[in-house]
Every structure is written in C-alpha cells, then in structure tokens.
DNA sequence: TTGTGTTTTTAGACAAGTCTAAAAAAAAGT
DNA sequence: ACTTTTTTTTAGACTTGTCTAAAAACACAA
C-alpha cells in the first residue's frame, strides 16, 4: 500500500472536493486557492502526484484523479467524517468544533483503526453535517441532502448544516450576527437583479449577498 | 502555547523516559540509541530545544529538561496512554496491537480533546500497560506497579506487562518462543553467574540472558 | 493575428530534519 | 603523561514542501 505524507493527502482530498464542483480538470489556480498555497507549489505538488499515478496531469492543463487517487482520497474523507462523527456522538462536541481537530485525526494510518471506529460508532451512514460517510470499500451509499443557500426556494425551512469554506475569519462573521449551525432558517426572498437573498432567523430577517450565500450549506426541513 | 512539531514531541518523550532510568544528565548517544537516528541528528536538535528552554544543553555535557519540557513531555505521554486506554477499552484492540496508533494519535493537538477523552474514558488512573496516566496537570497519582523481568525474585508469579523496547524484531522473537502479552510466568531461579533467569509458562521451561530479561516487564501478582 | 493580460511553470532559495565524514573533546589504558 | 578509543560536535549535503521572481504558455479581444 503506497504511502503517502499529510500533505500529499491535503491534496488528494482538496481535488476530490474540487471535482464534484467542477466540471473537467481542476486548475492550478483553483487548488492554490483551495490550499491557500501558491500556484508554483502546486505545480510541484502535482508532479509528485502525478509521477505516483494519482491523477493525470498535463502542464497548463489543470489535473483529474486517477482511480487510485480517488480510492485515496476516499479513504481519507472517510476517516474525517468519522472521527468527526465520533467527536460529536461521542466526547459531546458541537458541529462548528470538530473540523479543525478531524483535519488532524484524519492522517492517522491504521485501517484497522478506522473500520473498528465504524463499527464503535454504528456503521454511521452520514456525519454531523449531514455528509455521507464512504464505506470500506469506498462507496457512498447516500446522497447528501445538503443544498447551498444559494439554490433554496423562496418559502423553504431549512437548518445551517455548514459552510463550505471554513475559514475562520468566515465564521467568527457568521457568530457575529448571530447565525450558527443549527439554526433554523425561513427563506423569504429572493432578488433576482444581484441574487441576494433574504431569510428569517430567531424572529429576525437577514439578508445576504449570493457570494456568501454560495458558501452556507442547509438542509430542507 | 509553545507549538512543537511532532519530532519536538518526541524528543521531549523519549528524553523524559530516559531519565526515569537513568540518574543525571541524557548522553547524546543514549538518545540517539532511543530514537534510533544518528548522533548528530541529535546535536542538531538539542540546540533547538534548549533554545526554546524546554531543556538544559551544554556541549558534551548531555540534557536534561526543564520544567517546560517535563510538562510538555507529560502532556505527550497522558494522550499516549489516553488513547491506549481508549483503543483498548473502546475498540478491543490488544494490548500488543495498540502502541504505533498511539504514537501517531498522541501528537494531536487540542487540550480539550484530550480531556474529554479522559472524562469518556471514566477518569482512568492507569493504562492497559499497567502504566500510571498523568492528570490534566501533568501529575501522576498511581505508581506503576510494573518491574523488570531482570529485577524479579525466585519463586515470584507475574504477567507479561510489555517490553522496553518494542522494536518489531524483539517482539518477533518473543512471539516466536511463545511469550505473549498477558502470559502467566513462575519465575524458577536466577544463575548468579550471568545473571540469566528461568522462567516457567505455560508449563514449558524457557530461560532468558539478563539482556533480555531486562527488556521485560512485568507485573507482580 | 497580434497585442495584452492572465495563468502556469521554471529557477533558485529557504527551513526542518536527517545523513555521512571528518574534526574536536572527553575518557580510558598503559 | 601520552596514546588510543569512544563520544560528541561540526561541516556540508540531501529531501520535502514551501516561497518569490521571472519566464513561458495560453486566452481573448480588437
């Protein structure tokens, strides 16, 4: 089994998400973003990957996982759902804290460890955040019911599940007027000049501009 | 918090182990002996910990930790043997599957993952080793009640606790004569000569040089 | 199709942690 | 006290993953 450091793996994971987003290659550019890196590393980056038949790369033309880098990556998001998944049945932890501490857990190499996690756990079939959990062998048996608060219809309930890009400084936004993950939400309206949409929380009535509003994830009730 | 990369950690482990043995200053090669790397990777690393004061390093002299170092070491150790208990307990592992997952889960960083694993865990005082776990402070309530094979008295009945030293090709050898972790032993007589001890399990006679019998640990019954 | 701007790659540098080989210091033997 | 041996340190090199700055390729508009 070929084995790969925290950072190849970053990758791995970083391109897999990427790629249920993206239609075709992924670009350089849009790794470094994801990485917050510089193109240049991901260049070299993508070298390594690519001289290990991890995906396919071509200079300039972006890169796609081979099946054996995203059997990898699988693996990997399997483990982070389910120590996330442990953190919060388990130890009590809230949704909005376990990512940061499963971005850790999620390197740890042990097969064994992992499949008796499942099994501590239940052979949980979704995570906290209502992300589906791959299975041994790396098959999704559920489709998320996750949807971005940019595709809700007007009249939609629905609760904050996460946000896609979990920046701190994002977050502590989210605090700040008081939207949390849990939150139950009615959409209101929707702008159709800017996509600007308009919901109620706890009474009251917040807007938010598409751009953020790309970035929150909840679940219809 | 001073943040310390996981080769830090180890340093700062094996060192406070080494000093529970032995009496004064580390020597470089007795580090080097531990961590199994070369004499100098060791110079070039105590340099760096002294300069963050987590030891007291002076040419040719050896180390020794300071308060910071001992603290950080404890902290190491207490998730250490959290996660052993935890495997153990939790996920069935055995005693002698566990030791590599746990020196890959104790560099996990987040206190308070570490202490509501303690509280999930039941506040455990020892782990399956038989070995004291710190508490939250850093302080040790339970003193180990493990000893060297090498130290045991005629006559003396005991079970396997663990090995000094888990090189995969000692604990090779020992499975292959039969000795396992758990295992009951009659210890028979001790050759004053060189030392070498015999010992009775599982009703066959097997008798071990003092080098080995040192590598042995054991706990009385 | 030619120029302009963006994207991507190359080239060279750096930090961490390791290594080998050689020098320096300490310890031990006679 | 003077060798010899052992221990420890230095010096220089290599690898991984990152960076900056500059060059090359690509994309698109006039």
Redesign the pocket.
């Known amino acids: 089994m070929l084995r790969l450091?925290q950072?190849?793996e970053n990758y791995l994971k970083a391109i897999f998400t990427l790629s249920q987003d993206i239609e075709g290659a992924i670009?350089?550019?849009d790794l470094a973003d994801k990485m917050t890196?510089?193109?240049?590393?991901?260049?070299?980056?993508?070298k390594?990957l690519c001289e290990k038949d991890l995906l396919e790369y071509q200079?300039?033309q972006?890169c796609a996982l081979t099946n054996l880098g995203s059997s990898h990556a699988l693996a990997i998001i399997r483990k982070h759902r389910l120590w996330e998944t442990f953190l919060v049945d388990k130890l009590s932890f809230g949704w909005d804290e376990v990512h940061e501490i499963a971005e850790q857990l999620e390197h740890i190499q042990s097969t064994e460890l992992t499949d008796r996690l499942d099994e501590f756990l239940g052979f949980p079939k979704v995570d906290p955040h209502g992300e589906p959990i791959p299975g041994k062998d790396g098959r999704i048996e559920f489709v998320s019911n996750r949807i971005l608060l940019s595709e809700a219809t007007i009249g939609m309930k629905a609760i904050i599940m996460g946000v896609e890009d979990d920046q701190t400084e994002f977050l502590q936004y989210l605090n700040k007027i008081g939207l949390h993950l849990g939150t139950q939400i009615d959409v209101m309206d929707k702008l159709s000049f800017d996509g600007s949409i308009m919901i109620q929380m706890d009474g009251k009535q917040v807007q938010f501009s598409i751009t953020i509003a790309k970035q929150i994830a909840i679940k219809p009730l």
């Open positions: 450091t950072s190849e670009s350089t550019n890196t510089k193109a240049s590393s991901v260049t070299d980056m993508l390594k200079k300039y972006g």
